[in-house]
């Protein structure tokens, strides 16, 4: 890994995912998040300060340790324990069923495989444990999605390989999760192409309700 992704990289996400707008999401998001969490990606900890204390551990996973040196700060304030450790969301470091939720915001979108981070998720999760997720990708709107694939490549070299174009609504369902609720909505700051979102709550099997802002 190198010094853009180390350094470079985590000071301008840092930057440009801490804004007003998307801490009003994450607290929406982690409102719900109960007893012990696993938060997948949590980059430089920017939802260390939103959780509730209806917590009782966090355990943070993130591949890059450029950003988690500037989650230390974040972590210190929080008033949940948080324990980070440096692993990829593919290789989740936890015993099989060992927490109540799985957390992911604005991290789905570089994984390097979709597919198996969502099967960890699945694997970690207690029975009846819920996935909170606040992501971005694909939309439904097709002229959007024609600037979405014009722009991913561009999008992947900048951003530590974000990529635009991941249908995040249909890899959550086909991973085996049912939402209990879902949102799907653009963003007020950014382009459309990069700011269609998907909030919500996810389990392995009930009905949904979708709500479309």
Not at 160 to 188: D, M, Q
Request: hydrophobic share 40%; charged share 25%; aromatic share 8%.
């Amino acid at each position: 890994m190198g010094i853009y992704a180390r350094k470079i990289l985590p000071f301008m996400m840092d930057k440009m995912l801490g804004t007003p707008e998307l801490d009003g999401y994450r607290r929406r998001l982690l409102a719900p998040a109960r007893g012990r969490v696993l938060e997948i990606g949590f980059g430089t900890g920017l939802n260390a300060s939103h959780y509730p204390p209806t917590v009782e551990r966090v355990v943070a996973v993130e591949p890059n340790d450029g950003a988690t040196k500037r989650a230390d700060a974040r972590i210190a304030g929080a008033r949940v324990p948080i324990e980070l450790r440096v692993a990829p969301g593919e290789e989740v470091p936890a015993d099989d069923a060992s927490f109540d939720c799985v957390v992911t915001s604005l991290v789905l979108c570089s994984v390097t495989d979709l597919g198996r981070t969502l099967s960890e998720i699945r694997r970690v999760l207690k029975p009846g444990g819920r996935y909170l997720l606040f992501e971005h990708g694909l939309c439904d709107d097709p002229k959007v999605q024609k600037w979405q694939h014009r722009m991913n490549g561009f999008q992947k070299r900048v951003f530590g390989g974000c990529h635009l174009n991941r249908p995040i609504h249909r890899a959550v369902e086909e991973s085996g999760f049912t939402f209990e609720a879902v949102e799907n909505f653009y963003l007020k700051a950014g382009p459309r192409f990069g700011s269609f979102c998907t909030m919500g709550t996810a389990v392995a099997g009930t009905a949904s309700h979708v709500d479309r802002a």
